[in-house]
């Protein structure tokens, strides 16, 4: 009994340390400094990731049934360890495929491209899921190039023409207004909930239909800047934009009186 524990400890051991290499080369196949972030790319280390997440569980069930104590005490210990590490690793690399696919997903490698709308919400002006949305853009993804469709230069009061529902609002909200616009729609704090209103009211007003809805604050914009550094925006705004001046240059544009511009958004 000790020695085929024993055996079966050494073999879990090894397939462990194969998803360890197997991994290390997941990374490798996502770097893309020396090309596109392809659809065959992606298709590849998705099935590895699959292939792997279900080796880790196989072994994970192997190491479960086996008891620490039949081994020779020097064993003991790092097999301990690797008996209660690896079904959170496991854990771990399903949640790196679940989201590799849906960066897949919106980025319109899967079965067609992807419309996806953008909500901008200003978390200097608070609300339930974020902050204010006032700007939006309608943007379809197809393999990895972005159209824009639609951002109106108004704004989120731009789309107030084309909405023709009366809705009624939340009750607190009746301090404001009765009426439920689309500029309120992000009503609650969880996202999920507000982004189905905002496509909801999206979709009843301007007729096209989303695949998904992601929201957009300064601040993620400034994090976003600080990865990938400042913007030169000098020939069209005389601007260049960086994570220090975003939201002033940003806010200054965005309030800009009606004899400047009828787009301020």
């Known amino acids: 009994k000790r020695y085929e524990a024993f055996v079966s400890g050494i073999e879990s051991a090894r397939a462990a340390s194969t998803i360890g290499v197997t991994v290390t080369s997941l990374f490798d196949t996502l770097r893309i400094e020396d090309g596109a972030f392809t659809e065959e790319r992606i298709a590849s280390t998705l099935g590895k990731l699959e292939?792997?997440?279900?080796?880790?569980?196989?072994?994970?069930?192997?190491?479960?049934?086996?008891?620490?104590?039949?081994?020779p005490e020097a064993y003991r210990v790092p097999f301990i360890t690797l008996q209660h590490s690896l079904p959170s690793i496991v854990r771990e690399l399903e949640t790196l495929?679940?989201?590799?696919?849906?960066?897949?997903?919106?980025?319109?490698?899967?079965?067609?491209?992807?419309?996806?709308?953008?909500?901008?919400?200003?978390?200097?002006?608070?609300?339930?899921?974020?902050?204010?949305?006032?700007?939006?853009?309608?943007?379809?993804?197809?393999?990895?190039?972005?159209?824009?469709?639609?951002?109106?230069?108004?704004?989120?009061?731009?789309?107030?023409?084309?909405?023709?529902?009366?809705?009624?609002?939340?009750?607190?909200?009746h301090l404001i207004n009765p009426v439920w616009q689309f500029q309120d729609a992000n009503?609650?704090?969880?996202?999920?909930?507000?982004?189905?209103?905002?496509?909801?009211?999206?979709?009843?007003?301007?007729?096209?239909?989303?695949?998904?809805?992601i929201g957009m604050t300064p601040t993620f914009i400034e994090r976003l800047l600080n990865l990938v550094g400042p913007i030169d925006l000098s020939e069209e705004y005389g601007v260049v934009v960086d994570k220090y001046n975003f939201y002033d240059v940003t806010q200054m544009l965005a309030e800009r009186k009606a004899e400047q511009t009828r787009e301020p958004k």
């Open 187 to 213: 009503w609650w704090p969880d996202w999920p909930t507000s982004a189905r209103k905002i496509a909801w009211f999206y979709e009843h007003g301007n007729g096209a239909t989303v695949d998904a809805v």
């Open 51 to 71: 292939a792997v997440s279900s080796m880790g569980h196989d072994i994970a069930r192997m190491l479960s049934s086996i008891d620490p104590q039949v081994l």
């Open 97 to 173: 495929r679940d989201l590799l696919y849906l960066t897949a997903r919106l980025a319109g490698f899967t079965d067609r491209p992807q419309h996806v709308l953008l909500a901008f919400q200003n978390n200097a002006e608070l609300r339930g899921s974020g902050g204010f949305f006032g700007s939006y853009g309608l943007i379809m993804v197809d393999k990895g190039k972005i159209t824009i469709r639609d951002m109106p230069g108004g704004g989120t009061y731009d789309f107030q023409g084309s909405f023709r529902e009366t809705v009624i609002s939340p009750l607190p909200l």
